[in-house]
């Protein structure tokens, strides 16, 4: 089972993109939703978080005020709306599961990819200067 991310494409800066997350061969009503994003040459970063109710968000520090998470259970999808995109926010968007958000405070990531499944193929973000 995997989750498909798409809704990527090239946008100028300032501009906006909604990401979707859907799910085949099963219902997402039972898990955490996170966004991660991946540049070129750098790590896998978790962006956001959503519990499997929808009542919990949790964001990257970067993303913050400029990103929201949400989720449509009945139509099996989360999404990630970005606002005012920033050409540092060119990477390929990764959406997966997990039993609950953890938000790690501190130095550091905030949240660790290790602790997430059901990877798919992402969809790219480009934004131009």
């Known amino acids: 089972v995997q989750l498909q991310a798409s809704g990527g494409g090239l946008v100028q800066a300032g501009g906006s993109l909604r990401l979707s997350c859907t799910a085949s061969?099963?219902?997402?009503?039972?898990?955490?939703i996170g966004w991660f994003r991946q540049a070129p040459g750098k790590e896998r970063e978790g962006v956001s978080c959503?519990?499997?109710?929808?009542?919990?968000?949790y964001y990257e520090d970067s993303v913050k005020g400029r990103f929201t998470i949400s989720r449509d259970n009945a139509k099996n999808t989360v999404y990630l709306q970005m606002n005012s995109l920033k050409p540092e926010d060119t990477a390929v968007f990764y959406c997966?599961?997990?039993?609950?958000?953890?938000?790690?405070?501190?130095?550091?990531?905030?949240?660790?990819?290790?602790?997430?499944?059901?990877w798919g193929q992402g969809t790219l973000v480009t934004v131009s200067s």
């Open positions: 061969g099963f219902t997402l009503d039972y898990y955490a």
């Open positions: 997966a599961t997990t039993r609950r958000c953890h938000y790690y405070s501190g130095s550091g990531s905030r949240f660790r990819p290790a602790e997430f499944g059901s």
């Open positions: 959503i519990s499997s109710n929808g009542g919990s968000t």
